[in-house]
């Protein structure tokens, strides 16, 4: 069980704006800056948001990402086929030192 | 263009020992530290641990202490994951990723292309 908590599913149809949450706690989430990872099928996970709401070069700015108190967001806005993955939500721990993955969320365009 | 190019699928015995390496290229290894995460079939993302190689510094999950080694070779720009005492659960692909020194861990911006290790009998 993952100590940032995402929804398993999430979907949508073409065009819609859709937010996958995620969850976590004052040691992490609350403390340090979360990154989200887009894995599109048989690949290796990309980086997606960082900082909390930083876009790398390339990334499309239909995808933003915000971060209030112990819980952030991922939003995807004009949704397309393309956007099927999975994504997931990562942050440090203080308490853990470890570096935290949510359990991802599968996205599907309708 | 930076890139991580990791070692080919391995498969191995339970009880046994797996090393797999990720050679990065088109950057400044030593810029940067280099993590390990796993994914088991079907399942999510797990962090293992992560090296600075200007430093030769690692710290690891607390999952994976005593159980995996990170270590780095500045000379060849490559790192390596061993993970030893292998058991079944530890089937899943491994991958490198380059990982920001200037915020806290979790910022990987480039990955390899993942190493499926089978652990079977």
């Given at each position: 069980q993952s100590v940032l908590t995402q929804p398993p599913s999430?979907?949508?149809?073409?065009?819609?704006?859709?937010?996958?949450?995620?969850?976590?706690?004052?040691?992490?989430?609350?403390?340090?800056?979360v990154n989200w990872y887009q894995q599109l099928p048989g690949t290796a996970p990309k980086?997606?948001?960082?900082?909390?709401?930083?876009?790398?070069?390339?990334?499309?700015?239909?995808?933003?990402?915000?971060?209030?108190?112990?819980?952030?967001?991922?939003?995807i806005s004009g949704l397309q086929s393309g956007d099927e993955a999975v994504y997931y939500c990562a942050a440090w721990d203080d308490s853990l030192n470890d570096v935290l993955f949510g359990g991802g969320t599968k996205l599907t365009v309708l | 263009q930076v890139q991580l190019v990791q070692s080919g699928a391995e498969v191995k015995k339970p009880g046994s020992s797996v090393k797999v390496s990720c050679k990065a290229s088109g950057g400044t290894f030593s810029s940067y530290a280099i993590s390990w995460v796993r994914q088991a079939p079907g399942q999510g993302l797990e962090w293992m641990g992560r090296i600075i190689p200007i430093l030769g510094?690692?710290?690891y999950a607390q999952k994976f202490?005593?159980?995996v080694t990170i270590t780095a070779d500045k000379s060849t720009s490559t790192?390596?994951?061993?993970?030893?005492?292998l058991r079944s659960e530890d089937t899943a692909v491994y991958y490198c990723a380059r990982d920001s020194l200037t915020v806290a861990p979790g910022h990987f911006d480039y990955w390899g292309q993942g190493t499926l290790v089978?652990?079977?009998s």
């Open positions: 999430a979907s949508g149809t073409p065009g819609q704006r859709v937010t996958i949450s995620c969850s976590g706690s004052s040691s992490n989430i609350g403390t340090n800056t980086l997606l948001i960082y900082t909390n709401n930083q876009r790398p070069s390339g990334v499309p700015d239909r995808f933003s990402g915000s971060k209030s108190g112990t819980s952030a967001s991922l939003a | 510094v690692a710290n202490q005593g159980r790192a390596y994951m061993e993970l030893s005492s089978t652990v079977s």
